[in-house]
């Protein structure tokens, strides 16, 4: 798997079974929220297709100057409101939560600027863990 060379966040796709989907869920986390807009380089790779996070993990490579990347999996593209996986690389490695699009420009932007942790986004997403938005 080659990791693109840039400073943006990184989003990897581990399903392959509907470009349709894909390209939704793509242009739903690049569309600008009132100015807003997510940094994300989408990273496509068929070798990637199927493999979980943890598979993930231990595909990038130790020297990834990161602290999270999103994941669009089978359930980012299926489920109605595409939550894609963001996956923390550095305080609780592998740790999980899902962000709806509309919302992944905030958790982009603060976690790649170190504005705000980890946890202060998966600690207050809802019973089923997907972050919506602060009230």
Do not use: K
Request: with cysteine; proline share 4%.
């Amino acid at each position: 798997m080659r990791i693109p060379d840039t400073d943006d966040s990184l989003a990897f796709r581990t399903d392959y079974s509907d470009d349709a989907a894909w390209d939704i869920v793509c242009a739903a986390i690049r569309a600008p929220v009132d100015g807003f807009q997510a940094n994300v380089t989408f990273v496509t790779d068929p070798a990637l297709d199927g493999v979980d996070v943890a598979g993930l993990l231990d595909l990038l490579p130790s020297d990834l100057n990161r602290s999270f990347v999103f994941v669009l999996d089978a359930a980012a593209l299926y489920d109605r409101e595409h939550a894609v996986a963001v996956v923390d690389l550095r305080e609780q490695r592998g740790r999980v939560f899902r962000v709806i699009p509309s919302e992944a420009w905030g958790v982009e932007n603060n976690l790649s600027l170190g504005n705000m942790d980890f946890a202060e986004f998966a600690d207050v997403g809802g019973a089923d863990g997907v972050f919506r938005g602060f009230s």
